[in-house]
């Protein structure tokens, strides 16, 4: 790599360098949204041993884009300087929300849902302003607006997180609290306990606003709370913002026990404004350098030992030894048959086959920073569990930026096939349990596979990212542990 020389005019280049300046540059670079080329000449200097602290990478960051996060006065001003550098290009789609979204950052300012005094406990509460609902294709830069927002609003209370890995905390807490009753005693009816309110109480108590990236609805254990759960977030003051690939009216479409479900879409609409975002181009898919080939086909001459060579190099690099893995998640063990440090090399037998989900994945993308998925099939409607899981899989992995590659039976584009078949004994079963006849069943999400093509859309947005230069070099690891 040619290292720029007009960084010397940023900063002396003298003392050698600690390695967690490195993890402070890396933090002013995400939180500039400013080009790779000034990260790629300071990480070159690193390497040569040269003197730079965060401050001057800051100070290098101001130059090349013209301003810092510090200086632009909220998301939509953040928005506009980066066109401006030419570090985005405009689209008006994008601009339309940001300015929604500019509006609610004002109106949060000094906004809280706690009693500011004593005295405030004995008067009614400010009345919370509206959130935002955010829905549109994929890749259109829905969560790009939202995470622009979220760091420039002013409070500590805040979360941002993936709705998956939310909606899994709040299982626990309810199984925490249902835990935490007493236990009924021998011939007595016990009490009904209701723990969805006191479980809202306390994410209500953690943050004022909450923002949710993938706000989706497929597990009908989390569509028969979610009225409950949000009426007493948003009666405890609660801003939401998410975003999503449906509308409001469309979530958990064509769902078991749908009827149940549609009251909270209400709830959502009257307490956050829905906001579309299309522009019509999946950013994702916009030429961007590659980081080499990380997409392999199972028919390709020598594709195993090319995916094996890859491994080595990479574990090579690692301060451990090739060996099995034994997770614990949720005191259940999941064990992965090879791994080195943060590389895991698996099939997607041992993370799709099995009955794995999102919880294992989030923890996956915690120890892991680098996962190599072989022997990824053709999912036809008789894999759409599998199929499911993969998009689960790979959501949990794009969200804490681990890096994939993949050996696959089919290009990209044409994994899933939506075939129509509904001839597989399991769904018969299924069908056979819940009293449903055939055409009946047909049309519901559960049977039809129409979530999985759905979401599936999404999941080769997020693989064809994953297969780029910047986000390869986003997800490495090594340089942050190094500075431990």
């Known amino acids: 790599m040619t290292v720029d020389t007009n960084m010397s005019a940023y900063m002396p280049l003298s003392v050698k360098m600690s390695p967690s300046a490195l993890v402070g540059i890396k933090c002013v670079f995400k939180e500039q949204f400013c080009s790779r080329k000034i990260l790629k000449c300071l990480t070159e200097l690193y390497r040569r041993g040269y003197s730079v602290t965060a401050g001057q990478a800051a100070t290098a960051v101001e130059v090349e884009s013209g301003v810092t996060a510090a200086g632009f006065s909220g998301p939509l001003d953040h928005y506009s300087g980066l066109i401006r550098a030419g570090s985005l290009r405009e689209d008006e789609h994008q601009r339309a929300v940001l300015q929604k979204l500019d509006e609610l950052h004002k109106t949060l300012r000094g906004y809280t849902n706690r009693p500011t005094s004593i005295m405030s406990r004995f008067f009614s509460k400010p009345k919370p302003p509206k959130g935002c609902y955010i ?117 958990y479409k064509n769902g078991l026990q749908r009827v149940n479900f549609v ?167 299924l069908m056979d349990d819940l009293g449903l006849k055939r055409d009946e069943a047909s049309s519901l999400s559960i049977f039809s596979g129409e979530e999985e093509k759905f979401a599936f859309q999404r999941t080769v947005s997020r693989l064809t990212e994953m297969q780029t230069e910047d986000y390869w070099l986003d997800g490495d690891r090594s340089l942050k542990s190094s500075g431990k």
Request: aromatic share 8%.
């Open 263 to 429: 009251p909270f879409i209400a709830v959502l609409q009257k307490h956050c404004q829905t906001l579309r975002l299309d522009s019509g181009i999946d950013y994702r898919k916009r030429n961007r350098p590659s980081a080499g080939k990380l997409y392999f086909l199972s028919g390709e001459p020598d594709a195993e030992a090319v995916l094996d060579k890859m491994f080595d190099e990479l574990a090579f690099k690692q301060n451990d030894i090739t060996r099995p893995r034994v997770l614990n998640v949720n005191n259940r063990k999941v064990r992965l048959n090879k791994a080195c440090g943060t590389i895991a090399d698996c099939t997607f037998e041992e993370l799709c086959d099995r009955p794995l989900g999102a919880s294992d994945y989030l923890e996956i993308s915690r120890l892991f920073d680098t996962v190599f998925i072989r022997h990824i099939p053709l999912l036809t409607l008789n894999k759409k569990t599998q199929a499911r899981r993969l998009i689960t899989l790979v959501d949990a992995l794009y969200d804490h930026k681990v890096r994939v590659v993949i050996l696959a039976e089919r290009p990209l584009e044409d994994i899933f096939v939506h075939d129509g078949d509904h001839s597989h004994d399991e769904s018969h079963i």
């Open 135 to 251: 829905f549109g294709d994929v890749g259109t830069g829905k969560t790009m607006v939202m995470d622009m927002f979220y760091s420039h609003v002013e409070t500590e209370r805040k979360k941002r997180v993936h709705f998956h890995g939310f909606m899994l905390d709040v299982h626990k807490r309810i199984h925490r609290l249902k835990q935490s009753m007493p236990k009924r005693k021998a011939g007595k009816m016990a009490k009904s306990y209701d723990p969805i309110a006191p479980v809202a109480e306390e994410i209500s108590e953690e943050a004022c606003l909450l923002c949710f990236d993938e706000f989706q609805v497929t597990d009908i254990a989390d569509a028969m709370i979610l009225k409950q759960l949000f009426e007493n977030l948003f009666l405890n003051g609660v801003v939401v913002v998410a975003t999503s690939n449906r509308p409001p009216e469309d979530l």
